[in-house]
């Protein structure tokens, strides 16, 4: 089994939605927690797949992104103010958005390395 610093990703081709539907059901009863990443219909021909590699976002700075999140920090009318994502993380401001920003610069550096690798490709 795979700890919180070595997180698994895996990738499932199912035939259709009821199946996709069913695969969801029986991981949500797992007790470990498991996050789905993306959901890809290649059929689609305006679908472009992207895989990023974001592992190296630690747990808190994905707290601290879920919160944000949540509280409508990157919604187009955003909410949730720093001072809120603070308070809901029980940390200072400060660490808040230090949370925020190292995990937000981690993870536009994934997509832009792979969208470079994709590019070149």
């Known amino acids: 089994m795979a700890d919180s610093d ?6 499932l ?4 939605r009821s199946a996709l539907q069913h695969v969801v059901r029986q991981y949500s009863r797992l007790e470990s927690e498991v996050k789905m ?7 689609r021909e305006d679908v472009n797949c992207l895989s990023i590699d974001v592992s190296d976002v630690t747990e808190k700075q994905w707290e601290a992104l879920e919160v944000a999140h949540e509280l409508g920090h990157y919604s187009t009318q955003r909410g949730g103010n720093l001072s809120d994502i603070a308070d809901a993380l029980g940390i200072s401001k400060s660490a808040a958005s230090q949370r925020l920003r190292a995990a937000e610069s981690k993870i536009v550096s994934a997509i832009l390395g792979a969208t470079q690798i994709t590019e070149t490709v």
């Not at 070595?6 to 990738?11: D, G, K, R, S, W």
């Open 6 to 11: 070595h997180p698994l990703f895996v990738t």
């Open 13 to 16: 081709k199912v035939e259709d």
């Open 37 to 43: 990443i993306s959901i890809v219909d290649p059929s």
